[in-house]
């Protein structure tokens, strides 16, 4: 069914990003400093505009599908962080495709391009007419989107919502960061992790767009994490280790620094270290060539097998922590860096460990304290993540209740647009 949108809903679009992107800069710069940025931003929108309306797709060649499924990068797809998620939708019977959003100059050698069907400023031409042209292509029915802030979306819902289709944002992890990409909310449905990320999003000051948000769970969570507890006096800790970005900074470094000489003190306990995805690792590689207790995890090693063999888990900053404590791990919450405990680990199991003391204190106190330690872990989780082993069901549950289109019996948390207060 066709849904008729109003005459100039895409011009309407394009003036609102402008006062919305004006906004952001506004909050962290002076007025000639956002004035500058400002004009630096659109010369680069401006120039992909205009090489956009040079390199339109003569006709786009359609690849229908049920469910479009648009990752944030193509270096994100071999990650398969959304393999549970694509496998059960496709053993349910649902066409889904899988692409990501590109660089524009790829963009623009592609000619991943088609005309929009109304009028756009230059500025917003390029990013306009990709969203066209993935809704004329894919005609999906569904589009799970996956990158934040992205300045495609708010086209690709007008695309998609003309034919009557609904854009689905699935967050990838918690959005309890202060990133301002998070302010982008032009979706039709917001899937959410749990509470938290919901708290948080409604004290944003900054937000563009309106959308109805949905405590799905997890996509990437199912009955993995279902372990068994783990016995008290278990010596093997697991440390979830921080992004590559992170691994830069001084305050991390010292915190590894903190835990790998815990390591060399204590060689009777066992440390497995799983890291980001996209780290190196050079610094824990280096770390167990050297120290015999020391183990750096395989890629190939999934997070829910890392936990099975933890009695413990040291946590820094990580979403990977509301895994750890769905699988009922004990945390302790390491962190030298003094930056805001975005997950308010702190509210939960207590002041950060910064010096060696307190770290060798509190492990030897874990025995005595174990069952509040997994009381306190299954508190933290019930905050930050919804349905918990079912949030891979839950979400195939919701995205087929929309595909029937019963969008009642989804359950939804209005999350209108909300703007700085006038100074």
Not at 45 to 71: H, K, N, S, V, Y
């Amino acid at each position: 069914m066709q849904t008729p949108l109003p005459e100039q809903a895409w011009l309407d679009k394009a003036r609102a990003l402008d006062r919305y992107r004006w906004q952001m800069l506004r909050e962290r710069h002076g007025l000639l400093g956002s004035a500058l940025r400002f004009a630096r931003d659109a010369a680069v929108d401006l120039a992909f505009g205009w090489r956009a309306r040079r390199c339109l797709a003569r006709t786009p060649a359609p690849q229908p599908c049920e469910i479009l499924l648009l990752q944030s990068a193509p270096k994100v797809i071999p990650f398969q962080r959304k393999k549970l998620l694509i496998e059960t939708l496709r053993a349910r019977g649902h066409a889904l495709v899988e692409t990501a959003l590109d660089e524009p100059r790829r963009l623009l050698a592609g000619r991943c391009l088609a005309p929009p069907p109304q009028r756009v400023p230059l500025r917003y031409f390029g990013y306009a007419a990709h969203a066209q042209w993935l809704d004329a292509h894919y005609q999906p029915r569904l589009l799970l989107n996956d990158r934040n802030g992205s300045l495609f979306t708010p086209f690709l819902r007008l695309a998609l919502n003309a034919r009557g289709a609904v854009l689905v944002h699935l967050a990838h992890a918690s959005t309890v960061e202060g990133s301002r990409r998070l302010g982008m909310n032009d979706y039709d449905y917001y899937f959410l992790f749990g509470r938290s990320s919901l708290e948080a999003l409604q004290a944003r000051p900054l937000r563009f767009g309106a959308s109805q948000a949905v405590l799905s769970g997890s996509h990437m969570i199912d009955d993995a994490y279902a372990l068994p507890p783990p016995a008290p006096g278990g010596r093997t800790l697991l440390l979830l280790g921080v992004g590559p970005d992170k691994e830069k900074e001084p305050g991390y470094q010292r915190t590894y620094d903190l835990l790998r000489d815990w390591a060399e003190r204590h060689p009777d306990w066992r440390l497995l270290v799983k890291a980001h995805p996209r780290s190196a690792s050079a610094f824990w590689r280096a770390a167990a060539g050297r120290l015999g207790n020391v183990e750096l995890l395989p890629p190939a090693c999934g997070l829910a097998e890392a936990l099975g063999r933890a009695s413990a888990v040291f946590s820094i900053i990580s979403n990977a922590v509301i895994e750890a404590t769905l699988a009922g791990r004990p945390v302790i919450y390491v962190n030298v860096s003094g930056e805001a405990d975005i997950f308010e680990q702190e509210r939960f199991f207590g002041p950060a460990v910064r010096d060696l003391p307190t770290l060798e204190s509190r492990l030897a106190a874990l025995e005595h304290t174990h069952p509040m330690e997994l009381e306190k872990s299954r508190q933290f989780c019930e905050f930050h993540l919804a349905h918990r082993v079912a949030g891979l069901a839950n979400t195939v549950e919701v995205l087929e209740a929309l595909l029937q289109g019963r969008s009642r019996d989804v359950a939804c948390h209005p999350l209108p647009p909300a703007r700085p207060e006038p100074a």
